[in-house]
């Protein structure tokens, strides 16, 4: 790789991190109220119209965020670089209308090479939660009184993740490898409330951050098959807050109060994962994951609902055509879907949601591993009865995969 391309990658990884940590507003999902707020569900290549689906899958021809232990599979002299973004558009329906929502934003950025003929190192930088909610007109009653008053809450923010991956070969069939992500960010939150003609305005920022590990390991039972696992281990969270409390009187605003606090810690479960590839035939593979997150185990609370065990079963079919004499032949298509028992309940009522996915592979280069990857997919979560909100969603994703040849000679005649 030549000089300038390093520092256009680099300068590419910079400008993504300013991005991704001045970025409000990637979600507007209601949901995104509870907790850490929604989490990610877009990710690097082609994994994204795979049903969300591929720890068992290799980074031979491109990144696999998924399981660490894929970067030994990484070819000699390459180097992987992915860079996406996605747009997703929201219709919410309750019980008396509906709202229709857009929002784009940047999804992901990732970098791999091979460090020796066994072993592979990666970096990626993606947005781990997003917050974005608008609640306007909640009606409360002062404590003592009949008196009502009004408010209008407004959320945004959300976490970042930047991801170490580390996977090295044991032998022709084991690879294992290990993760470490720093998490960090912030959640705002803003309500306003109304009491005749006076205005009082709360303005919270809780800032979180820390570390989490993960480990992985892929297994090629034979030429066809790979199994795989991804076990992520539990961690906390450090968090602090940032409050005001304005008071708003005909166009003059006082501080009535103003501070920094330490909160409580936020709790990420233990994560169990494991997955399949299974090759069928000469143009078919079949990825299929199963992932467990123990959520009741951290003891957590909110006070919208409550902390529950979450089950995802995902899966995609990808076919590639056996004959590659041109770029139209190298084009892979990709099929996919996934089911989520959400780890939110709300009176009782699990908030679950379901996704089928569609994409394409469309090579830019016949010599490299070069992919415009793109994905579409339509879901659901959530449920319009038990006063919950119903969320039907469409989401694009479009993924550059750039693979580049690194310490290479050019032979010229």
């Known amino acids: 790789m030549t000089n300038r391309s390093t520092f256009l990658l680099l300068s590419a990884f910079i400008s993504a991190c300013s991005l991704s940590a001045q970025t409000n507003n990637q979600t507007s999902s209601p949901y995104s109220l509870f907790g850490l707020g929604r989490f990610n569900d877009a990710n690097t290549g082609k994994t994204n119209a795979l049903g969300k689906s591929g720890t068992a899958l290799s980074s031979e021809r491109e990144i696999n965020n998924l399981n660490p232990a894929s970067l030994a599979t990484i070819k000699k002299n390459s180097f992987l670089f992915d860079v996406g973004a996605k747009a997703e558009m929201n219709t919410f329906t309750n019980e008396i209308d509906d709202t229709k929502v857009t929002t784009v934003s940047f999804s992901s950025l990732a ?7 066994r072993s592979g190192i990666g970096l990626s930088l993606s947005p781990y939660s997003d917050v974005g909610y608008n609640l306007m007109g909640i009606e409360n009653t002062v404590e003592g009184s009949t008196e009502s008053y009004f408010s209008n809450i407004k959320g945004s923010g959300g976490l970042n993740e930047i991801k170490l991956n580390y996977g090295r070969s044991f032998s022709e069939k084991l690879r294992i490898g290990a993760s470490l992500s720093y998490h960090f960010g912030k959640i705002s939150e803003v309500e306003i409330t109304k009491l005749n003609e006076d205005y009082l305005m709360m303005d919270d920022k809780n800032y979180y951050m820390g570390l989490k590990a993960a480990i992985g390991m892929q297994y090629d039972i034979n030429k066809k098959i790979t199994i795989s696992s991804v076990i992520g281990l539990p961690t906390a969270l450090n968090g602090t807050k940032d409050y005001r409390i304005l008071k708003l009187v005909e166009d003059s605003e006082s501080v009535v109060k103003e ?3 330490s909160i409580a810690d936020f709790k990420l479960p233990l994560t169990l994962n494991i997955g399949i590839k299974a090759q069928l035939g000469k143009t078919l593979t079949l990825n299929a994951d199963y ?28 076919y590639t055509s056996e004959t590659k004499n041109n770029l139209l032949q190298k084009i892979t298509y990709r099929l996919g879907g996934n089911y989520d028992t959400g780890y939110l309940s709300i009176d009782g009522n699990k908030v679950s949601g379901f996704a089928v996915t569609s994409g394409l592979g469309i090579p830019l280069d016949y010599r490299t591993n070069t992919f415009i990857n ?3 997919s339509y879901g659901q979560r959530g449920q319009m009865s038990n006063s919950l909100i119903h969320e039907n969603y469409h989401l694009f994703t479009l993924n550059l995969s750039l693979e580049d040849i690194w310490f290479v000679k050019r032979k010229y005649e």
């Open 111 to 117: 970098f791999a090479f091979q460090l020796d003929s």
């Open 259 to 261: 501070d920094s606090e």
């Open 291 to 318: 992932t467990r997150s123990q959520w009741s185990a951290t003891d957590m609370e909110d006070n919208i609902g409550q902390f529950t065990d979450q089950d995802v079963i995902a899966a995609g079919l990808e």
């Open 374 to 376: 793109v994905s579409y």
